[in-house]
Structure formats: C-alpha cells, structure tokens
Nanobody
Framework: QVRLVESGGGSVQSGGSLRLSCAAS????????MSWFRQTPGKEREGVAG???????RYADSVNGRFTISQDNAKNTIFLQMNSLKAEDTAMYYC?????????????????WGQGTQVTVSS
C-alpha cells in the first residue's frame, strides 16, 4: 500500500507560480499512474494532470500549457509545476495513485490519496 504526502501549497498572486510535491512511501510510484486532482467546496474532484511509467502525461484543458507534471524515481516523488496561476486555480490539491491500462484523470480509477495541500491565488 502506498502512502502519499503533499506539500508546497500556499498563497500567491495571479500570474505567479507554485511547485507542489507528493512524496510516496510504502511502494514505488513506478507501479502506479500518479495524478494530481483539485477540489473546491461544493464541486466534484477534478483531474488536473497525470503521469505513468514511461513518461506519458495527460492534462486537463484548463491547465494545459501552464502546469507540468513530473516525477523523480530516486526520490519516489512527483511534482506539479504551476505557472501563470489564475484565481480559478484556487483549490485543495490532492495527489493520487491508481492503475489501469490507460492513464485517465478519473478519480474513480485511483485507490490511494494524500491529505491535500491548499493553493490560493488572489487576483
């Protein structure tokens, strides 16, 4: 069973950048699809970016070109570099590990979740 701990959230002005980290323990991230999701109160959890073994990535249209997901196998950690942040990016961000033949940003396909890290973007 993999355990996930997010960090790097905070408050930033519109146009700024943040880098989120997700440290995994208990198992190797190479065994899973690893993705970032976000959620605001009253809304469903939204897939933001995902990465699978081999380096394939997938992004939500709303963040494509602004966010970059990456992984460091030696550190068993994934990252989310967020640039050109907008007020609508404000949310709790979660790291998740899942499996399957295809990399999808569908929360139902992910079995392991971190506790989340808050990102607040002020306009």
């Amino acid at each position: 069973q993999v355990r996930l701990v997010e960090s790097g959230g905070g408050s930033v002005q519109s146009g700024g950048s943040l880098r989120l980290s997700c440290a995994a323990s208990g198992d190797s991230i190479n065994k899973y699809h690893m993705s970032w999701f976000r959620q605001t109160p009253g809304k469903e959890r939204e897939g933001v970016a995902g990465i699978k073994t081999g380096g394939q990535t997938r992004y939500a249209d709303s963040v494509n070109g602004r966010f970059t997901i990456s992984q460091d196998n030696a550190k068993n950690t994934i990252f989310l570099q967020m640039n050109s942040l907008k007020a609508e990016d404000t949310a709790m961000y979660y790291c998740a590990a899942g499996s399957g033949l295809f990399l999808r940003l569908d929360a139902s396909r992910y079995n392991y979740w971190g506790q989340g890290t808050q990102v607040t973007v002020s306009s």
